[in-house]
């Protein structure tokens, strides 16, 4: 097991509404990139944030954010829920890039987000 | 832009054969490949990378991945199959940024 957190990890939602989802990065690591996974797919790169700022965005629209913290833990907020945001959710904490370990990403177990 | 593709939607292998995972990469720049695995309702677990060096790169729970350049692939493979190996298996490549983009996925499923 990786010392990734994610919570909660089941939610269920109706189209409309707005969700938060939440990432504890691994210790030591200032790096959270978030992945939607849909039922049957590989994961799709949503953004990345490093030291509190957006480090890259995959081709999601602008209702899909997120924020980062002091201590690298880190936020998904999906505003105006549609039927096919209903996925997995993944983020994966990294260290910087070109020392140690910094070009793995690892996982935690991810939210399940159901929307109705 | 980058893509990755698993040609093969499951691979069925007897346990204690060899097994081998398809995986071929199309990117600009240096190639920086990755393996996970997922097991059922769970996150991805890392299982081994290639950054650069040895072509044959080795990890965790005895898989191990040849890089081919000429052949753009990174095919997962393990001399003797668990059954416990069953699972879903993803190949992913890393941009500059260091975002992922990872295959459709190849399911594994190891008969004993």
């Known amino acids: 097991e990786t010392g990734v957190t994610q919570s909660p990890t089941h939610l269920i939602k109706t189209r409309g509404q707005q969700v938060t989802l939440r990432c504890s990065s691994q210790?030591?690591?200032?790096?959270v990139s978030w992945y939607q996974q849909a039922l049957g797919q590989g994961p799709q790169f949503i953004f990345q944030?490093?030291?509190?700022?957006?480090?890259g965005r995959g081709n999601f629209p602008p209702r899909f954010s997120g924020l980062q913290f002091p201590n690298y833990s880190s936020e998904l907020n999906v505003n105006a829920l549609e039927l096919d945001d209903s996925a997995l959710y993944l983020c994966a904490s990294s260290g910087a890039l070109g020392r140690g370990d910094g070009e793995t990403q690892y996982f935690g177990p991810g939210t399940r987000l159901l929307v109705l | 832009a980058q893509s990755v593709a698993q040609p093969e939607d499951q691979v069925n292998v007897a346990e204690g054969n060899p097994l081998t995972v398809k995986c071929t990469y199309s990117?600009?720049?240096?190639?920086?490949l990755f393996w996970y695995v997922q097991y059922p309702n769970r996150g991805l677990q890392f299982l081994l990378k290639y950054i650069t060096g040895d072509n044959l790169v080795k990890g965790s729970y005895g898989f191990e991945a040849e890089f081919n350049k000429s052949q753009t692939s990174f095919h997962l493979k393990k001399p003797s199959a668990l059954v416990s190996d069953s699972a879903l298996y993803f190949c992913a490549v890393r941009d500059a940024g260091n975002m992922l983009t990872f295959g459709g996925g190849t399911r594994l499923m190891v008969k004993p």
């Open positions: 990117v600009s720049g240096n190639p920086y």
């Open positions: 944030y490093y030291r509190e700022e957006e480090n």
């Open positions: 210790s030591g690591h200032n790096t």
